[in-house]
């Protein structure tokens, strides 16, 4: 009975937040992300965001059409629910969930776009690439994000990460948030395709659900 009334409760609250940022009118159409900033990386080498193109989508479909059809949908502001319920469907559980690094469950058919879609890159000004071996501590701007409602934490933002050589996708939570300037931080497993999402739902880790049961 705890479980069913905590499971009403979740989805009571997730529909509060939703209404309450929706009836701000806070969420606009996705913007740009800028300012890009990365920490730990040699000297000469800095954060950097493109937009993703029709050429850079083209060669995401040669490795993963579906990804393809993702951020096709995406950079055209249609629905991508299905496609990105479709690319992450072996992470999913029993209830169409998906369990980030931080233990954190995120309904991927729940999210709302933020920013279009960029790929973020470490170069130099000669162009070349730098990939650290570790997690990419970054942040950038993301200016349809700010003011969402004072709600909105980073807990309830995610970040919808591609790799465009392999078609890898994966979901990051993100670190820290300022909603009056709408500057992200988070930790980047590797380089690639990001497009910022709201995440209606309430956090709530494994840990947490077995305690309430």
């Known amino acids: 009975m705890k479980k069913l009334t905590a499971i009403f409760a979740a989805a009571a609250l997730a529909l509060s937040m939703a209404g309450t940022v929706m009836a701000q009118?806070?969420?606009?159409q996705p913007t740009v992300p800028e300012r890009p900033k990365v920490?730990?990386?040699?000297?000469?080498?800095?954060?950097?965001?493109?937009?993703?193109?029709?050429?850079m989508?083209?060669?995401?479909?040669?490795?993963?059409?579906?990804?393809?059809?993702?951020?096709?949908?995406?950079?055209?502001?249609k629905s991508f629910a299905k496609e990105l319920t479709t690319v992450l469907a072996s992470d999913l559980d029993s209830n169409g969930e998906y369990t980030m690094s931080n233990d954190v469950k995120v309904n991927p058919a729940n999210l709302i776009q933020?920013?279009?879609p960029v790929e973020f890159s470490i170069e130099n000004d000669d162009g070349v690439?730098?990939?650290?071996?570790?997690?990419?501590?970054m942040s950038m701007v993301v200016?349809?994000?700010?003011?969402?409602?004072?709600?909105?934490?980073?807990?309830?933002?995610?970040?919808?990460?591609?790799?465009?050589e392999s078609g890898e996708t994966v979901l990051v939570p993100v670190d820290s948030y300022d909603p009056a300037t709408g500057e992200i931080s988070a930790k980047l497993p590797f380089p690639g395709i990001i497009t910022l999402m709201l995440?209606?739902?309430?956090?709530e880790t494994e840990t947490e659900t077995e305690t309430e049961a």
Request: net charge negative; glycine share 8%.
């Open 143 to 164: 200016e349809a994000a700010k003011d969402l409602g004072e709600d909105v934490t980073a807990e309830n933002l995610v970040i919808v990460l591609t790799d465009p």
């Open 57 to 77: 989508i083209s060669k995401i479909k040669s490795e993963a059409p579906d990804v393809a059809e993702l951020y096709e949908a995406l950079t055209d502001g």
């Open 129 to 137: 690439m730098y990939t650290p071996d570790g997690d990419i501590e």
């Open 25 to 28: 009118g806070s969420i606009g």
């Open 39 to 55: 920490e730990g990386v040699p000297n000469g080498y800095s954060a950097k965001v493109k937009e993703v193109d029709k050429e």
């Open 199 to 203: 995440n209606p739902d309430t956090a």
């Open 114 to 116: 933020l920013s279009t």
